[in-house]
């Protein structure tokens, strides 16, 4: 049945895909984890990001790209093409121990790419399930996975909650612990691309460990910045470089195999970055896990192979559901599910014509505060927000004083009438949320919440289960390991 199943996609997949128009491209995708806006070169020249703003500026910077305000549901975006909140994935993240996965039911990017005639590869944080085996990379579309399936773990012995967590394909495997792990991905990716059969496709998804939380980096990297005083700042800061540094291999790779001009990269953060942790967004409001924009407004890019408008910032409006249809229409194909919530923006981000996009839930998440329950909708130029937007409300500088804290409330002056009731704000005149209208404004507040109620009406219900003890490291040789669901 399941082969027949198979055969069956295969054959519309083939039907979809137009031979003869243009070559295939390369598609290298990457995601850098907890990046924030203020965090990349092309938005702030503090940072040292020269590989990053090279091919930013090579190609189009999207400066109104979002993305969920946490890691888990962006990823699944990005591969499904399809809502979070109707995939049971609207609450905060997949934690080690949960018996939960992104729905195995829903085609990914990396399936469609596969049956299209690529080779698939992916490197970093997986992020999307681990409890059985098809929840895992190389069932999903995947023909070798390098890296870690839980959502954040340490740069040098890679363990997260007294686990180790490496694979090498399905294999459990602990590169050396003495190096930086951003090292041991430029390495794989240089392999990978070596290796590669230029009669094929190749696509890479790259979603980076860097540069999530712990705050780890070796010294040469954190030194670039001795002028930083806060000591957190200092080595975030390195660990963006560090990351620039691995896409200037990765791209040095691409161009030494004569790859390079075939490639076509997409650059996106998957959240805003974290407060806490020393990321930035100013001057965006907020930060990772709130729907404000400091959440959600992703440093993104598109650059290379199929654009023919090039060198400039790109206003129209992009959603993570968008890039499932988008890079698999580059790639010659299309999705076969009619229902997904991603638009095919592919002609618009390739000729700079307006976006196909005029409205977009930034989350839809009913499980109450102080979880972090919310709800946010754009349509067009105005914003709502319903419920709790979140931990971290201000606006935040970077921190570059010995000591200094994030200031994360108490003296920021909050100009809303209640932080848990309903915002309204005009991001086109406002794009930083300093002016709640919803009550000046409240027949427009009204018809965005009559909006959202439409969404809501689609929800499926958190899939969010307590932890299984099953899942405990200590049964599988101290590796987070699939077989407890
Ligand atoms: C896919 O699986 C989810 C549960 O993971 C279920 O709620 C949904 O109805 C399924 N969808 C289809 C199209 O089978
Ligand atoms: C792994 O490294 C972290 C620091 O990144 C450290 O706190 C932890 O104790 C180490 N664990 C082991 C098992 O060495
Ligand atoms: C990039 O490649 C250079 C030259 O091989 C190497 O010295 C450097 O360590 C690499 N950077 C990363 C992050 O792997
Ligand atoms: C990007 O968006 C901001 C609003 O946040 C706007 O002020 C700026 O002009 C835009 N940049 C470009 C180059 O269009």
Redesign the pocket.
């Known amino acids: 049945m399941a082969i027949i199943i198979s055969l069956i996609s295969c054959v519309v997949f083939l039907l979809n895909y137009i031979p003869g128009e243009a070559k295939q491209p390369n598609i290298v995708f990457m995601v850098a984890d907890d990046y924030g806006w203020n965090d990349v070169g092309f938005h702030n020249p503090d940072m040292i990001t020269p590989n990053i703003d090279n091919l930013a500026y090579e190609g189009v910077i999207l400066n109104q790209s979002y993305v969920q305000p946490v890691c888990t549901p962006s990823r699944n975006a990005f591969m499904s093409g399809v809502y979070p909140f109707k995939a049971g994935l609207q609450h905060l993240v997949i934690a080690p121990p949960q018996a939960t996965c992104a729905p195995t039911n829903r085609t990914f990017l990396s399936q469609y790419l596969k049956n299209l005639g690529y080779a698939t590869h992916a490197l970093g944080k997986w992020h999307l399930g681990l409890c059985k085996w098809e929840c895992t990379p190389t069932y999903r579309g995947f023909d070798s996975f390098y890296g870690f399936y839980n959502g954040k773990e340490t740069y040098y012995n890679r363990t997260i909650l007294g686990g180790m967590d490496f694979r090498d394909n399905k294999d459990p495997v602990l590169p050396d612990v003495s190096q930086y792990s951003?090292?041991i991905y430029?390495?794989r990716a240089k392999e990978i691309i070596e290796k590669h059969d230029k009669n094929e496709p190749l696509f890479m998804y790259f979603p980076f460990q860097s540069v999530h939380a712990p705050i780890e980096v070796p010294v040469s990297y954190e030194n670039m910045y001795s002028e930083i005083k806060n000591e957190g700042r200092r080595k975030y800061s390195g660990m963006v470089t560090?990351m620039d540094?691995?896409v200037?291999?990765v791209t040095?790779a691409l161009k030494d195999t004569g790859m390079y001009d075939d490639t076509l990269f997409v650059f996106t953060a998957d959240n805003g970055g974290w407060i806490p942790y020393h990321g930035n967004n100013y001057p965006l409001r907020g930060g990772k896990t709130t729907v404000y924009e400091g959440g959600t407004r992703a440093a993104a890019f598109i650059t290379g192979a199929g654009l023919v408008k090039k060198g400039y910032t790109y206003n129209g409006m992009m959603h993570a559901v968008d890039w499932m249809p988008t890079i698999l229409s580059a790639a010659g194909g299309k999705p076969v599910d009619t229902d997904l919530d991603g638009i095919d923006q592919w002609e618009s981000l390739r000729t700079g014509a307006p976006s196909k996009r005029t409205e977009f839930i930034y989350n839809l998440d009913d499980e109450n505060p102080p979880a972090c329950g919310h709800a946010a909708i754009r349509v067009g130029d105005y914003k709502l927000i319903e419920g709790y937007p979140g931990p971290d409300q201000g606006w935040y500088k970077p921190e570059t004083v010995s000591g200094e804290k994030p200031d994360t409330g108490s003296s920021i002056q909050i100009q809303q009438t209640n932080v848990f009731g309903r915002q309204l704000f005009n991001l086109k005149d406002d794009p930083n949320e300093h002016k709640d209208l919803s009550l000046t404004h409240r027949d427009i507040a009204d018809q965005l919440s009559k909006r959202m109620a439409e969404y809501h009406a689609q929800m499926v219900p958190a899939n969010y289960p307590a932890a299984t003890i099953a899942s405990d490291p200590d049964n599988y040789n101290g590796f987070w390991s699939p077989g407890w669901c």
């Open positions: 951003t090292y430029a390495k560090a540094d691995l200037g291999n040095a």
